[in-house]
């Protein structure tokens, strides 16, 4: 049996990591964007990942949604997937975020550079601070109806146990967007993330 | 008597982490804020010798509080501490005064520098 919950210093602390490299994340993406990013707390919630399938297609339900999906391996156990989730919507005005002209990008492309400033600078910002090292996988994008999200989200459920949710929310100067991160990860990660966090609270 | 230091962070974590990366002769009279709103009160009612201050908090944000502090010159020193890192961020909070900038996670030394530079250590 998977221990599936955090003790209250261990959510503080899991918090106040994402907190970082989240800032890091909006650094990096305010320097891309030449703009600035204003940035909430984000919302960090672990969940099994049995139950994303069923929750993030009826989030989702009301329209279209984009997914971008990138695996991620660092040492003692810690790696899993990280899946974006973009309402099309928001997916569509990332080019004018980005300043790409029309014809300039696929929205494929789009999606696939914004997530991967994204992914890998929060991902890396996360695991420096937990002492870890993380390596990645191309990106991919699933950009298409609701069934196909719930079919995927279902296969990647039967891989990964745990599921950690952090609702991003990035405000650029004149253009809101929203986007969810999920990160799945198997058990063993979990184990190893506890320890983490304890190593940080012992330290204090 | 010695004026107390204020930290205000929502975070417990990190709370404990800068208290913990304080001189001794300041770690020993610390108050602590869990967000802006808390940290206003707090230093309309007192004295510090010197707040740091958070800036992604609920309730109110660290600009928020440097906003009202300018208006109400509460605190003459107040040092940021946030992991919103972004040039135009700190840009902003230098212009609403605040003495200096630290970047979450805190070095120990990087800190010892910034309160020796401002005279609030020796």
Known sequence: MIDLSLTEDQRDCLQELVNVAMGRASDKLARFLQTFVHLRVPAIELISAQVLPQSFAEAYADQGVSMVSQGFYGERGVRGESILFYRSHDAQGIARILGYEPEEATEVEQLTDISSILTTTFLSGLAEQIDNHIGYSAPRVVTSDDTSIEKHLQQLSFTWELALKVDISYQVTDYAFHCDMVLLIPGEAIHSFQQALDNILNEI | ?122
């Open chain 2, 1 to 122: 008597m010695t004026e107390a230091v204020l930290i205000c962070d929502d975070s417990a974590l990190a709370r404990k982490q800068l208290q913990k990366q304080l001189p001794a002769q300041l770690a020993t009279n610390v108050e602590f804020a869990k967000d802006g709103l808390d940290a206003l009160t707090r230093m309309r009612n007192h004295k510090f010798k010197v707040v740091f201050l958070d800036l992604t908090m609920p309730e109110m944000d660290g600009v928020a509080v440097l906003q009202h502090n300018q208006k109400e010159a509460l605190c003459d020193k107040i040092i940021v501490v946030s992991a919103d890192i972004q040039p135009a961020m700190q840009d902003k909070v230098h212009q609403l005064g605040a003495l200096a900038f630290v970047k979450k996670p805190i070095s120990n030394d990087h800190l010892v520098d910034i309160l020796k530079e401002h005279g609030i250590h020796d």
